[in-house]
């Protein structure tokens, strides 16, 4: 039955592949289930029916199973194009059903030798335990020793070797130049012989980032008027020791490059391979004709998710670091010439962008806004503002207080609120309700999130149903495949919706309207039809 609800829609669309892994987790949720339920039956001292007995309910249930199992097969590919429908995918014939039996059936039976495995381990300290304490003390202190013992080879063996492969696979990848990455000629751009920063060392997220980009004459021919070239700055992660001197050197390199003279800066905290999403700074420079600069520092080699697992607090030092040691010199400027300050951050980015600015330090001077895309569900400020939204908003649309200082958006940009006016702050959250990197909720193992309560978010399946147990288990495998979805939909954040909340954000000045609709048609053909566009994280 567990395997049978594991090919419900989530948030997601499924290959056949992640569809198996994930439906032989389910089936072994719902072994477990059942083992349970048997050892209670036996420890209320329940009377057992017959042998007999027994034995036809068994065989009704296998019967009954199966056909369960081969309707929900059958409606698989439905439910599917329900999810791929919204997101402007075409429909699938079918999602392989003998192969995805395989993959689960392979999988239910490691994670049922692994709980086998498990289970003779603590009848063996048990059995040890029980020659010099009770037994039911024996049964106890043996069941703790097996968790302690499982636990430190997943978390101190096994965890760790796999991550230290990954992360030199990572590092290897990060340090590759590419033979057409040369660093830049002009002196003025980081990376040349007059920069305080090194081409190699800059990584290869932020060679990428330095050398992509539009030009003046790109935005200028855009707009038919004089524009500037766009300052980045990018600090690797082998740029120095610690997160304090590569602050230090990111801030040299910003006064060098003549940053504090734009009309705006960004300070930019990329995910966690070190990516910044050029949707979202690409479109910002075009709304500014250029005048303005961001800078990144790298914090890690690690995809976002094993960087969360591995690094938790790397990203959130570095943000703190960059942020204070640039936020630190902008206070010194004089007010009518300085740039106006904005933080920008996606995913992990988002989550470490929030730790950078400590309101209290800032409250006296504050910085202009933020815009946040697709936080990840344990972000801290993002948690709280939607668990005090409205209460006649939803979860996955909030609207906070009176909206002068956070508002929400998706694909319809919901920035205009009517009677509300932006205070001195302007933060915007960026998300869509498709993304399980935003709303997976460990709690959904035993209670309903907030999101999937009527009315839904409109890349949200109508055929969502939450069920205990494997619904958390569905949105866990969504937020590992959250990239591969069509850009505009799951965890990748599409440009027109960023120059949405960039014009809310920035708010730049003599921007004609049809500009802006010009602008995201420009940006949507750039980046849907573009072979080489990758989410990066």
């Known amino acids: ?15 056949y592949l992640v569809q198996g892994a994930l439906s032989g987790f389910c089936a072994a949720l719902g072994y477990v289930v059942g083992v349970l339920c048997l050892w209670l039956w036996y420890y209320l001292e329940i009377p057992v029916p017959s042998t007999r007995f027994q034995k036809k309910a068994k065989r ?48 239910f039976l490691l994670v049922l030798m692994l709980a086998r495995l498990f289970q003779r381990t603590l009848r063996l300290f048990s059995r040890w335990l029980n020659r010099v304490v009770p037994r039911r003390v024996s049964n106890v202190v043996g069941t703790l020793l097996a968790i302690a013992l499982f636990w430190s080879l997943a978390e101190g063996v096994l965890f760790r070797v796999a991550l230290r492969m990954v992360d030199t696979s990572f590092r290897e990848l990060d340090a590759r130049i590419d033979d057409n990455s040369v660093p830049p000629s002009d002196p003025a751009k980081p990376g040349s012989t007059a920069s305080v920063l090194d081409w190699g060392e800059m990584g290869r997220q932020g060679r990428a980032f330095i050398s992509s980009g539009p030009t003046a004459s790109d935005i200028g021919g855009f707009f038919h008027k004089k524009a500037l070239d766009p300052i980045r700055v990018y600090v690797g992660l082998n740029a120095a020791e610690t997160v304090e001197e590569r602050a230090r050197l990111a801030l040299q390199e910003l006064k060098r490059d003549g940053a504090f003279d734009r009309s705006i800066l960004v300070i930019i905290v990329p995910t966690g391979t070190g990516w910044v999403d050029p949707a979202g700074i690409d479109t910002v420079e075009y709304l500014h004709h250029g005048d303005m600069a961001s800078v990144a520092m790298q914090y890690s080699y690690l995809s976002s998710w094993l960087s969360l697992l591995a690094e938790p607090g790397y990203g959130a030092d570095a943000g703190r670091a960059l942020f204070n040691e640039v936020y630190r010199y ?176 920035t708010d730049p000045q003599g921007l004609d309207p049809a500009d802006v609709s010009r602008l995201k048609a420009f940006f949507v053909e750039k980046f849907r039809t573009d072979p080489n566009f990758d989410p990066g994280d």
Do not use: C
């Not at 039955?1 to 669309?13: D, G």
């Not at 309101?359 to 801290?380: N, T, Y």
């Open 60 to 107: 009704v249930a296998i019967v009954a199973s199966i056909a369960v199992a081969a309707v929900f097969l059958w409606k698989a590919a439905e439910w599917q194009d329900t999810v791929r429908h919204l997101m402007g995918l075409g429909s699938v014939e079918s999602v392989e059903p003998v192969e995805l039996a395989i993959v689960a059936l392979v999988v």
């Open 330 to 505: 902008w206070v010194t400027l004089p007010h009518a010439t300085r740039p106006k300050l904005y933080l920008h951050g996606l995913s992990l980015g988002a989550m470490n962008s929030e730790l950078s600015a400590d309101l209290f330090d800032v409250i006296a001077d504050p910085f202009q806004g933020a815009l946040w895309s697709g936080p990840p569900f344990p972000s801290r400020v993002w948690t709280s503002v939607t668990a005090g939204r409205n209460a006649d908003s939803p979860a996955w649309l909030p609207r906070f207080r009176d909206g002068s200082i956070i508002r929400f958006t998706n694909q319809n940009n919901a920035l205009n609120i009517p009677g509300s006016v932006w205070g001195p702050i302007r933060i915007v959250y960026l998300q869509y309700a498709s993304d399980p990197v935003t709303f997976f909720d460990f709690h959904a193992f035993y209670r309903e999130p907030d999101w999937m309560k009527n009315p839904r978010g409109p890349d949200v399946s109508p055929r969502l149903h939450w069920i205990p147990g494997v619904t958390m288990l569905q949105l866990l495998f969504d937020m590992a495949i959250a990239t591969t979805s069509p850009i505009g939909y799951g965890h990748v954040y599409a440009p027109e919706h960023y120059i949405d909340g960039w014009v809310a954000v």
């Open 1 to 15: 039955m567990f395997f049978a609800a594991s090919l419900t829609p989530s948030l997601m669309p499924r290959s």
